[in-house]
């Protein structure tokens, strides 16, 4: 941890004076050049500790390689933005190095389909570089947003190390604790906490790659062998988020004739920004699924034993449904941005909450129609419909009120109205009969 805040804190001014930074843009949230510098000093903390404890991890040296090459090609990638065959050819060789070199490859998928295990032979290599090719895309894919890669990196091997500590396997569990501590000393910069607006390092191509390799060397190394710690199906549920996002918003931008690696803004963490939560708040909220998803595949893969058919075909019920919702997001988001807007109020000041949209000026509200809730309340019944119709309700109820009281009042106007019809003639008829009732009384004759 000192290791890494130490590297930071030396390398910033070097980072801005060489514009090794991350502008902002309309894909990017922040708003001031931010230096790209929280993988580099990752991993020279990594490569200072590995090479200050020669044994500390098996096949040192085939992981030191891979991840110099990734860092390399993720420098380049920052400050240069390299095409994506050249950091998927990357990708392929750390890869390779991980099966060939050091001899980590996924030889076994477990009882997943319930007939029987399923060992891969001959294909143990091409199916493991796959899944490692694809494991450090999900993590690069998930770094949108301040602390959301790191922290999402964290759970997974927090994960990792309570695993190896439950089965006394101290080699993954002290690497674990060091790749934990250089990820908080990240995360206490790139964080919006002690009064900061902004991060003031980002993690960068460098730094995303290099997590992800991490995660899949430690993940498949621990869930592979005839000691392994774990299943391939808990290792599933260890990295949930990232994967399940990343293969959801691949095949959603091939469905709709786009490019899977081509950017956008419809990852979960955007989808919760325009929904109007703030950053804080998004990763508060995606930090707990993706720890009970890890608690939960842990739970019932190592604790309570539970087969590997059910924990494989669960994760699967969980992705359906996770594509699904982010199919039907912008509707969901709407209706979740309505329900804020008119239900919520900030209990601090009393006011409601903000219904304009910072960038454009307009008025971003959105009232459902009934043949939306209607199909809202069929898809997924809830409660969210219920408390609309109870909006709907109390408006219909105030507006009957409103307009009795209206009638009422009008009908008050009115008969004042007549009897100031009715009255004014009298008094201008009174004083007549007055005057003609004094023209009939004779004066009195003197005496």
């Known amino acids: 941890m000192i290791a890494s805040l130490a590297f930071m804190a030396a390398l910033y001014p070097y980072a801005v004076k060489i514009g090794f930074t991350d502008k902002p843009c309309h894909r990017k949230q922040h708003k001031n050049p931010t230096p790209l510098i929280g993988g580099l000093a990752i991993y020279l903390a990594i490569l200072v500790t590995l090479t200050l404890n020669i044994n500390l991890l098996p096949n040192q040296g085939a992981f030191i390689s ?84 790191g922290s999402l990196t964290l759970i997974s091997v927090a994960s990792l190390a309570v695993v190896s500590w439950m089965s006394n396997d101290d080699v993954i569990f002290t690497y674990c604790l060091v790749l934990s501590a250089c990820i908080l000393a990240f995360l206490s910069l790139n964080l919006r906490i002690f009064g900061r607006s902004n991060a003031k390092v980002f993690l960068g191509d460098t730094g995303s790659t290099m997590f992800g390799f991490s995660v899949c060397w430690l993940a498949i190394d621990a869930s592979q062998g005839a000691n392994n710690l ?11 988020l990232p994967l399940i996002d990343s293969v959801c918003i691949m095949l959603r931008r091939i469905v709709k004739g786009r490019s899977p690696v081509n950017p956008d803004r419809e990852h979960l963490h955007h989808l919760f920004i325009v929904a109007g939560y703030g950053n804080n ?10 720890l009970f998803l890890s608690i939960t595949g842990i739970t019932v893969g190592c604790c309570l034993g539970t087969p590997d058919p059910a924990i494989f075909w669960s994760f699967i019920g969980i992705f359906v449904g996770y594509y699904w919702l982010m199919n039907n997001a912008w509707k969901i988001m709407k209706i979740s941005r309505y329900i804020r807007v008119n239900l919520v109020v900030d209990r601090r000041n009393g006011n409601p909450l903000k219904t304009e949209n910072p960038r454009s000026g307009r008025d971003r509200r959105y009232v459902p129609s009934k043949h939306e809730l209607e199909n809202f309340d069929r898809v997924s019944g809830g409660v969210m419909a219920w408390l609309l119709g109870q909006r709907f309700r109390r408006n219909e109820a105030q507006a009957r009120k409103n307009g009795i009281k209206d009638n009422q009042d009008g009908l008050v106007n009115e008969q004042v109205a007549m009897d100031d019809e009715v009255n004014i003639p009298i008094e201008q008829e009174q004083p007549a009969d007055n005057n003609k009732a004094d023209e009939n009384i004779k004066p009195s004759e003197p005496t």
Request: proline fraction near 1%; include cysteine; charge should be negative.
């Open 66 to 149: 891979a991840i110099t090459l990734l860092v390399c090609v993720g420098l380049i990638d920052d400050y240069k933005s390299l095409g994506v065959r050249i950091r998927l050819v990357a990708q392929i060789v750390a890869g390779f190095i991980m099966t060939e070199y050091a001899d980590i490859k996924i030889e076994n998928l477990g009882d997943i389909f319930g007939f029987g295990e399923i060992h891969l032979g001959v294909f143990a290599s091409a199916f493991t570089v796959f899944a490692v090719v694809g494991g450090i895309n999900a993590f690069n894919m998930i770094d949108g947003m301040d602390g959301l890669a």
């Open 230 to 240: 774990i299943t391939p199906s808990t290792v599933l549920w260890i990295m949930a």
């Open 281 to 290: 708040a998004t990763l508060i909220i995606i930090l707990v699924v993706s």
